[in-house]
């Protein structure tokens, strides 16, 4: 199985900042690596795929980079609304796998 | 617009069985992977099963191959996945997710809680 290693686990911030989290896979995707944002009692929602493209609604603050197994998703200017957990997710092989979630907190 | 909503949810006891639904409407059902992810109280987000949209090849998580056995109705819209000798660390909130074109999870139902406990 693709195990992907999140970091932090856990990420200080303030409104206005700009912030980079970062995922790295066991093996490489191909940039088949997707990131979402949870916010507490509610469903994931998707926010970038493909490694970099972003999906239709999401605000173009939020951008992702990287290929081969390591990737990253910066949120260029922090809103109150971004603050949530990030998870990246590989979908290149079964079995999906998650990374283990990233917590921004104000 | 695309929703997703899951049934079937509830408590069990260990070494049994539940049966969860979801129900999909606003895009054409057979033409999508439709997959099963969890989420342990507050615990990250687990993959566990996948299903194609026409040929019906699945796929599990190892933590449930075997146990789970996850299944689609392209007539009435709908996925269930059929969940047996139930363990503990079965609870979670198990969400029904859309799969897009190359596999990203595009929409996501509000989620079934089954909770395993004697």
């Known amino acids: 199985d693709i195990q992907m290693t999140q970091s932090p686990s856990t990420l200080s911030a303030s409104v206005g900042d700009r912030v980079t989290i970062t995922c790295r896979a066991s093996q490489t995707l191909s940039g088949w690596l997707a990131w979402y944002q949870q916010k507490p009692g509610k469903a994931p929602k998707l926010l970038i795929y493909?490694?970099?493209t972003l999906e239709s609604g999401v605000p173009s603050r939020f951008s992702g980079s990287g290929s081969g197994t390591e990737f990253s998703l910066t949120i260029s200017s922090l809103q109150p609304d971004d603050f949530a957990t990030y998870y990246c997710?590989?979908?290149?092989?079964?079995?999906?796998?998650f990374g283990q979630g990233t917590k921004l907190e104000i | 617009e695309v929703q997703l909503v899951e049934s079937g949810g509830g408590l069990v006891q260990p070494g049994g069985s539940l049966r969860l639904s979801c129900a999909a409407s606003g895009f054409t059902f057979s033409g999508n992977v439709m997959n099963w992810v969890r989420q342990a109280p507050g615990k990250g987000l687990e993959w566990v099963s996948a299903i194609s949209g026409l040929s019906g090849s699945s796929h599990y998580a190892a933590s449930v191959r075997g146990r789970f056995t996850i299944s689609r109705d392209n007539s009435m819209n709908t996925l269930s996945l059929e969940m047996s000798s139930l363990r503990v660390e079965d609870t979670a909130v198990y969400y029904c997710?859309?799969?897009?074109?190359?596999?990203?999870?595009?929409?996501w139902g509000q989620g079934a809680l089954v909770t395993v406990s004697a």
């Open positions: 997710h590989q979908y290149s092989l079964y079995p999906y796998t």
């Open positions: 493909k490694a970099s």
């Open positions: 997710a859309k799969g897009a074109a190359r596999g990203q999870l595009d929409a």
